[in-house]
């Protein structure tokens, strides 16, 4: 059983590929890697702005909250958003000063750490980049200087509000970026877009974990808002905007965008349930523990059924125990036998591959389309590259 033609095209919908003329490149930077540097270089002065501030608000506060915001953000991460938001500016012929794309990828790593914060929260995860996650490390802090009331407690609401700083951080900056911008009310409106996305593809993945739904068109729907929108579609579209996109170029993006972030969304499932936490930065196992309503599951439980395998469909059905290391390897043997994995696998290098064939419609300049492509190959895990041209 395979992930049907009908879910593939929610994230393949778009004009046949046609290449246009190629549109004149851009000054600055030349290269993923040096914009990448370069937002990360805005971020800091960005960072140092808001604790200078922070501390003539109120030192406790200021130590406690904006210190580890701004020590999450500077711990790393991809910077995906960053670089994607950089291959839209550059496909749309962005050319010039490129401060306020670089901010607008400033912008998005701070939005992705509120987004990170809130999640860990959500989901009680214990790590994050490699390190303790932020409400396990006030949880830790609440402890070692005897503070009253619940650890656990603290650390969440603490957490909260340093995530709500992120966001907040994340606005400030869009906002003064989208001001200063001749294309500012179009960057704005696209960054609206995507904080409300955000927001319902989490409470989508909350509300599917709630009511046990556990089909593959739902869990499909939940990765395209929390992930696929937000990771890649909205930052292309962010990019291109402040370069002027028209409406076709625009289009080519949204497209690319979609497929490209489905196949980072779905690589994310099998890390979560089959990766190496030295690489990963969190537990391998954690969405099986918790049993999160990822594709993969959906797709192993609904081949399960079809087939009438009734021990895969046991181990892989909502509601049926978690946490156990007995009932993680169930789980991780039920995906191999019932082909889960591999159609999953498969399902990204196709989305990988549309994914590179919609941008090459925006007529990008061979070494913007490359330095897309290796962000795909590195985002998928596939060498997508390779594949597009076979399938050209």
């Known amino acids: 059983m395979q992930v049907t033609e009908s879910e593939k095209r929610l994230c393949m919908l778009g004009p046949p590929p046609t290449v246009a003329e190629p549109v004149r490149p851009a000054d600055g930077p030349l290269t993923v890697r040096d914009a990448v540097r370069a937002a990360e270089a805005e971020l800091d002065g960005v960072l140092e702005a808001r604790l200078r501030q922070a501390r003539e608000v109120d030192p406790v506060y200021c130590r406690d909250v904006a210190e580890?915001?701004?020590?999450?953000?500077?711990?790393?991460?991809?910077?995906?958003?960053?670089?994607?938001?950089?291959?839209?500016?550059?496909?749309?012929?962005?050319?010039?000063?490129?401060?306020?794309?670089?901010?607008?990828?400033?912008?998005?790593?701070?939005?992705?750490?509120?987004?990170?914060?809130?999640?860990?929260?959500?989901?009680?995860?214990?790590?994050?980049?490699?390190?303790?996650?932020?409400?396990?490390?006030?949880?830790?802090?609440?402890?070692?200087?005897?503070?009253?009331?619940?650890?656990?407690?603290?650390?969440?609401?603490?957490?909260v509000l340093a995530g709500d700083l992120a966001l907040a951080w994340a606005d400030d900056l869009l906002t003064e970026t989208a001001l200063g911008s001749p294309h500012g009310v179009r960057l704005h409106r696209e960054w609206q877009d995507m904080r409300g996305e955000m927001v319902a593809g989490q409470y989508r993945d909350l509300h599917a974990q709630a009511t046990g739904a556990s089909g593959v068109e739902e869990a499909m729907r939940v990765a395209t808002l929390k992930s696929a929108l937000y990771t890649v579609e909205r930052p292309l579209a962010l990019g291109a905007v402040l370069a002027g996109a028209d409406a076709r170029t625009l289009d080519a993006l949204r497209s690319a965008g979609r497929c490209a972030g489905l196949a980072f969304q779905l690589r994310d499932d099998l890390l979560g349930a089959f990766g190496d936490p030295a690489v990963t930065g969190k537990p391998a196992d954690e969405d099986l523990r918790t049993r999160k309503p990822t594709c993969l599951l959906a797709v192993g439980l609904r081949t399960a059924e079809a087939r009438g395998d009734e021990e895969a469909a046991a181990a892989l059905a909502p509601g049926t125990g978690t946490g156990t290391d007995d009932m993680v390897c169930r789980m991780r043997d039920a995906l191999e036998r019932t082909g889960a994995r591999a159609v999953v696998e498969s399902t990204v290098t196709e989305l990988a591959a549309a994914g590179l064939r919609h941008f090459a419609r925006t007529g990008a300049e061979a070494s913007v389309l490359r330095e897309f492509t290796s962000l795909v190959e590195r985002a998928s895990g596939v060498a997508a590259g390779r594949t597009a041209g076979e399938a050209a």
């Open 68 to 159: 580890r915001v701004a020590a999450f953000v500077r711990r790393g991460g991809k910077r995906l958003r960053t670089a994607f938001a950089w291959c839209g500016w550059r496909a749309t012929g962005g050319a010039g000063d490129p401060a306020a794309v670089l901010r607008t990828g400033a912008a998005l790593e701070l939005v992705q750490t509120c987004a990170l914060v809130h999640d860990d929260v959500m989901d009680g995860s214990p790590l994050r980049r490699g390190a303790p996650a932020v409400h396990v490390d006030l949880a830790r802090m609440h402890r070692a200087v005897g503070m009253s009331g619940a650890a656990e407690t603290f650390g969440a609401s603490a957490a």
